[in-house]
């Protein structure tokens, strides 16, 4: 068996070699032409599956190491009988995390308010959940906006009245914009149906908004109308602006970048976890298709010093959730990373080899708080909630 698999998937080669000859390759530059005699290929989102690229191929099943499938033709897929497998929530705690670590830097550095503040979730997948579970141990309080699922749970509850359906309650995205503080993406990227999220977020939208907010974006960048996006930095309707995804990828327009407080090349479900849960995931989806007994799997490493020791009291809890989080994950090391190389003509390179390149980053729960006095039980109460263990 032949077994295609995309450089960036880690541990990839290593896990899927015990069941035929593997080869890897660069995401961006693989064509049909490479495959005449795959009978696997796993990719991840940069790679663009469909006709194009498969008709004529002896590939039999495809596996992407990612929780969004805009870039897979499954309908092509389905029609020619090849399986797949995507790996729905990997990295979803992953891109939790680095919604906490966002926006405790505009705390801490740039004087965002968050107690009792409001976010607004867009995009209520797995990802999705996860946000709004860990926002509360930010003091934030939490609004939804998924108009798909809100269409769905509307349907289930006319068919079963009496059947519990605790999700929601669901606003527009509209109304949602209007009465949040922060906003946060979360959504795939579809084109069409009844509600496409391609730029979704448009001067439409942004005429909702009364007064300066933080605007996040984890999910998709082409859910972002850009020229809409500048218009409304320069209107002063949008205070902070963090980007993990941009509009034509890793094509990015320099003045969106620099006028972003925070930015980095769509890394934000790079956690060590999220990245090998996903090869875990179609590790075992590539088993149950061709009927394999598991001869691998995925090896989870340790972090190289799992405590973060007490430092003392910062000037409010947020700043010591700060210095602990920072400990663990270091948003403002991949903001530089990026940044340096923006107006660069070599940047779109650059972002790639960032995505490369990227290093072990462990999620919260892999790390033990030491030392927090006794009398802190705000503070300990907070750093479990987000999922870290105290000493």
């Not at 503040?117 to 996860?130: C, I, L, P, S």
């Amino acid at each position: 068996m032949r077994i295609f698999i995309d450089e960036n998937i880690p541990q990839g080669p290593e896990v899927f070699s015990a069941y035929g000859e593997v080869t890897t390759f660069p995401g961006r530059t693989l064509s049909r032409e490479h495959l005449d005699d795959a009978d696997v290929l796993l990719v991840r989102s940069i790679t663009r599956v469909n006709a194009d690229l498969l008709e004529g191929t002896p590939v039999r099943f495809v596996g992407t190491a990612t929780i969004g499938v805009d870039h897979v033709d499954q309908d092509y897929l389905r029609a020619k009988g090849i399986g797949f497998s995507a790996a729905p929530g990997c990295n979803a705690r992953s891109v939790a995390e680095y919604f906490v670590a966002a926006l405790l830097h505009l705390k801490v550095h740039h004087g965002v308010s968050l107690q009792g503040r409001t976010v607004g979730v867009v995009g209520y997948g797995n990802v999705g959940k996860q946000v709004a579970a860990i926002a509360p141990a930010l003091g934030l309080k939490v609004l939804l906006c998924d108009p798909p699922l809100a269409d769905a749970l509307a349907g289930a509850r006319a068919a079963s009245p009496s059947s519990p359906h605790p999700e929601g309650p669901f606003l527009p995205l509209e109304e949602l914009v209007r009465q949040s503080d922060i906003v946060t993406m979360h959504t795939p990227l579809t084109r069409s149906g009844a509600h496409p999220t391609l730029r979704m977020l448009n001067r439409g939208i942004f005429a909702a908004v009364e007064r300066p907010k933080v605007f996040m974006n984890m999910g998709r960048g082409e859910a972002m109308d850009e020229a809409a996006l500048l218009e409304a930095l320069g209107q002063g309707k949008i205070m902070h602006l963090v980007l993990d995804v941009f509009p034509g990828e890793p094509n990015v327009n320099p003045e969106l970048a620099r006028k972003a407080r925070l930015i980095s090349p769509h890394i934000a479900g790079y956690s060590i976890q999220g990245k090998l849960g996903g090869t875990g995931q179609i590790l075992s989806a590539f088993l149950r298709h061709f009927g394999l007994e598991a001869k691998t799997a995925v090896k989870m490493p340790a972090p190289a010093d799992p405590v973060i020791r007490w430092a003392g009291a910062g000037r409010n809890v947020e700043e010591d959730l700060a210095r602990c989080v920072r400990r663990s994950y270091d948003i403002t090391r991949d903001d530089a990373d990026l940044r340096a190389w923006v107006g660069n003509p070599d940047f779109a390179k650059h972002f790639d080899a960032l995505r490369k390149r990227y290093p072990v980053r462990h999620e919260f729960g892999d790390y033990e708080v030491a030392g927090i006095p006794e009398n802190r039980t705000d503070l300990k109460e907070r750093l479990r909630a987000l999922g870290f263990k105290i000493g």
